[in-house]
């Protein structure tokens, strides 16, 4: 089945697309270009997290994901350089800067440069570009759009932060009231985005954050309706496990913005979005009910402590896509 996203595939056009966020989407895609030729595979990733920090344009999601699939991640803190140091937020922080966001000095690099190609007119898409193939990843990489996308978390007692503040500086308090995504609903997809979407034989929805990586993405004009009038098949991995979210806040999140923390709440709340869905055996009762929403599911193991067991989740998604595909033809 995996030639069906072969280079036989028209040369330049993507077969399969990812949604993705960072740590769940990345651990998920590094499985999908073992089953895959990379050069088949676009991710279009959030850039809701994306904000400016001690002056330079930090975009966590693309990273994360890039240096994912470069295998230079940093897999104990879920996000930077492995062996990455912290030489200059410790000085900045000596000099009276709140260093809150643990930017390390590799990492600082790979934002200084997409800084620096921004004051000289790249595009942020351009420059992700160069990015990964620096790294040396084979799949493309995809901002879902150039536009300043800030994601907002509303709190009780009316505070109101960006989703950074959220997470890095606050911990991910769980007052979550509303979750404000009204820039990615005024921005202009990403070059490519719609391309990829509407030449892709499969689509992907990462086991990311549904409400701050995934949604975000789905509000960006143009890509629901991509969606919706493509053909290919749409299948989702569960970031939940057991009625948790494996790291993160998803299930604060979730909670706060009305949605039970499970696999079925999610399948709910993506609605017809999707085709089918991946949960895990830990969710195996759930079945039946994600099923009645017209979904195909599959049960696996989902918990992706290894390269080997994220090839098993892709195939597994990229095999209900394959059996969804034929059973449309039928
Ligand atoms: P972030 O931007 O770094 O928060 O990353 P994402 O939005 O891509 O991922 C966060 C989500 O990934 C959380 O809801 C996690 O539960 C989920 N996640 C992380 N690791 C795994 C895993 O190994 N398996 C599954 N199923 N979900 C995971
Ligand atoms: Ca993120």
Redesign the pocket.
């Known amino acids: 089945m995996a030639s069906q996203h072969g280079p036989s595939n028209a040369p330049g056009r993507p077969a399969l697309v990812a949604l ?8 998920f895609l590094r499985g999908v270009v073992q089953v895959v030729p990379p050069d088949s595979v676009a991710a279009i990733v ?1 850039t809701g ?1 994306d904000r400016l920090f001690y002056g330079v344009h930090v975009s ?2 693309l990273d ?1 994901v890039t240096y994912t699939l470069a295998g230079e991640i940093d897999t104990e803190r ?2 930077g350089l492995a062996g990455d140091g912290t030489r200059v937020v410790d000085g900045l922080a000596k000099l009276g800067h709140e260093t809150w966001f643990r930017l390390g000095d590799r990492d600082l690099a790979t934002s200084l440069h997409r800084t620096v190609r921004l004051s000289e007119g790249a595009g942020l898409a351009a420059i992700a570009d160069e990015v990964r193939r620096a790294f040396g990843v084979g799949c493309r990489i995809l901002p879902m759009s150039e536009d300043p996308c800030p994601t907002f978390v509303e709190l009780s007692g009316g505070r109101r932060v960006h989703f950074e503040e959220y997470l890095a500086r606050d911990g991910a308090p769980d007052d979550v009231t509303r979750v404000d995504l009204e820039a990615a609903a005024a921005a202009t997809p990403g070059p490519g985005v719609l391309d990829a979407i509407a030449a892709a034989r499969t689509v992907l929805v ?4 549904p409400v ?2 995934i949604e975000p993405i789905l509000q960006v004009p143009g890509v629901r309706g991509a969606l919706r009038a493509s053909s290919a098949p749409v299948v989702g ?5 057991g009625g948790a ?4 806040p ?1 299930d604060r999140l979730l909670r706060g913005t009305g949605t039970e923390v499970s696999a079925l709440g999610v399948a709910q709340r993506y609605g017809d979005l999707l085709d089918g869905f991946v949960i ?1 055996h830990a969710d195996a009762d759930l079945a039946p009910a994600i099923e009645a929403l017209g979904l195909r599911v599959r049960v696996e193991e ?4 290894d390269a080997s067991i994220s090839a098993q989740v892709a195939r597994s998604a990229i095999e209900i896509a394959d059996e969804l595909r034929a059973g449309a033809r039928r």
């Not at 990462?206 to 954050?209: A, G, I, M, R």
């Not at 991995?237 to 496990?241: A, D, K, L, T, Y």
């Open positions: 993705a966020g960072g740590v769940g989407a990345a651990r959030n997290d966590p999601d994360i879920g996000y990462c086991p990311s954050n701050v990586s991995v569960s970031p939940i496990i979210p494996v790291k993160g998803a895990d989902t918990l992706m402590r």
